[in-house]
């Protein structure tokens, strides 16, 4: 079995930062792609960021300039700073990682979500 572990969340004000990290275990051949995405209440879940394996980023325009992604594939980890926070970041961000697992099967994995509110 394979599980993301999410943690950093929480509350801050306007205009400051936090800094969510997700951690894989267990039995993982292959680690592809990971990123974090976020649902607000009555909202679709949406990409925030990912990055490959190879370190290819990608960002929501919401967020280009002020969060960053950046992975550690030694600790099966992922990163996400986020600076210049605002109220419309508030949501639940929730990791993903595409792996192969012990099974040999490439399939989507997500973490349980870390509420992260910004107040104004």
């Known amino acids: 079995q394979v599980q993301l572990v999410e943690s950093g969340g929480g509350l801050v004000q306007a205009g400051g930062s936090l800094r969510l990290s997700c951690a894989a275990s267990?039995?993982?051949?292959?680690?592809?792609?990971m990123g974090w995405y976020r649902q607000a209440p009555g909202k679709q879940r949406e990409l925030v960021a990912r990055?490959?394996?190879?370190?290819?980023?990608n960002y929501a325009d919401s967020v280009k300039g002020r969060f960053t992604i950046s992975r550690d594939n030694a600790k099966n980890t992922v990163y996400l700073q986020m600076n210049r926070l605002k109220p419309e970041d508030t949501a639940v961000y929730f990791c993903?990682?595409?792996?192969?697992?012990?099974?040999?099967?490439?399939?989507?994995?997500w973490g349980q979500g870390t509420q992260v509110t910004v107040s104004s």
């Open positions: 993903n990682a595409v792996l192969l697992s012990a099974s040999a099967n490439w399939r989507d994995y």
């Open positions: 267990g039995s993982i051949f292959r680690i592809n792609a």
């Open positions: 990055v490959t394996s190879g370190g290819n980023t």
